[in-house]
């Protein structure tokens, strides 16, 4: 518990250091999900891209 009231009392302190390390784990975690999110409809767009017209080629005669 004692180590809790010296943190809040560090973050009122240096008040400018405690913001800027929240807004650099906000902008972290907004990118992380960004990311995320693009991989996901990347991954959806492809393979809506290829469902219905996927043509399979094979070589019959290699003389």
């Not at 009122?12 to 390390?21: F, I, S, V």
């Amino acid at each position: 518990m004692k180590i809790l009231k010296l943190a809040f009392k560090n973050m009122k302190n240096n008040k400018l250091r405690a913001g800027l390390t929240v807004l650099g784990v906000s902008v972290a975690v907004f990118v992380f999900a960004f990311f995320q999110s693009m991989q996901s409809t990347m991954r959806g767009v492809v393979t809506r891209a290829g469902e219905n017209n996927n043509l399979i080629m094979l070589e019959q005669n290699t003389w």
